[in-house]
Antibody, heavy 117, light 113 residues
Framework: DVQLVQSGAEVKKPGDSLKISCNGSGYTFSDSWIAWVRQKPGKGLELMGTIFAGDSDTRYRPSFEGRVTISADKSINSAYLQWRSLEASDTAMYYC??????????WGQGSLVTVSS | QSVLTQPPSVSAAPGQNVIISCSGSSSNLGSSSASWYQQVPGTAPKLLMYENSQRPSGIPDRFSGSKSGTSATLAITGLQPGDEADYYCGTWDTSLSSGGNWVFGGGTKVTVL
């Protein structure tokens, strides 16, 4: 079975750095795209960017470019979402999902990031 | 503001039918197929429909989808209490504002009365 397992909840202060992870299993990780999706409290889904795990080709939604870094390590079947300096507005649930052609067919359980002073 | 437009909410009694619309443009639904996602409160989204009208295994045939031009539709027949959730449409978008990336609709809350 395809599974995406994300790292746990984080509580950080403004200005802190953070890297969350998404580990894939049950399929050939390096043959797939991974998407990162943000969901702020009570709001809808926003795709932040995508990465092809095989060669780390990365595409950012313009509104997220420069604010986060998406990366992958195919040797350990993992993708990452990273911030250098968190802001309170980054408080959200973050999901990774496998992007297979025209669909996000498997999702991680989500990583809750809370940024508060 | 989302690139794809959905009604904020729809509601119906158990056993009735609901239709959720997803309106886009030539840069997204006009050139790519739609997929739909169900998110029960407190849980991760789940793929409900892909390639406009294909159901993944395990999704009941009470759920159906279609697309015409720049709009897609999700229909739920015989509404059940367990269908109460948020529903999102999604597709590729080739516009500069999306960076050639994937976009979602704003989501529709389905309430079972």
């Amino acid at each position: 079975d395809v599974q995406l397992v994300q790292s746990g909840a984080e509580v950080k202060k403004p200005g802190d750095s953070l890297k969350i992870s998404c580990n894939g299993s049950g399929y050939t990780f390096s043959d797939s795209w991974i998407a990162w999706v943000r969901q702020k409290p009570g709001k809808g889904l926003e795709l932040m960017g995508t990465i092809f795990a095989g060669d780390s080709d990365t595409r950012y939604r313009p509104s997220f470019e420069g604010r986060v870094t998406i990366s992958a390590d195919k040797s350990i079947n993992s993708a990452y979402l990273q911030w250098r300096s968190l802001e309170a507005s980054d408080t959200a649930m973050y999901y990774c999902a496998r992007l297979d052609g025209g669909r996000l067919d498997h999702w991680g359980q989500g990583s809750l990031v809370t940024v508060s002073s | 503001q989302s690139v794809l437009t959905q009604p904020p909410s729809v509601s119906a009694a158990p056993g009735q039918n609901v239709i959720i619309s997803c309106s886009g443009s030539s840069s997204n639904l006009g050139s790519s197929s739609a997929s739909w996602y169900q998110q029960v409160p407190g849980t991760a989204p789940k793929l409900l429909m892909y390639e406009n009208s294909q159901r993944p295994s395990g999704i009941p045939d009470r759920f159906s989808g279609s697309k015409s031009g720049t709009s897609a539709t999700l229909a739920i027949t015989g509404l059940q209490p367990g269908d109460e959730a948020d529903y999102y449409c999604g597709t590729w978008d080739t516009s500069l504002s999306s960076g050639g990336n994937w976009v979602f609709g704003g989501g529709t809350k389905v309430t079972v009365l």
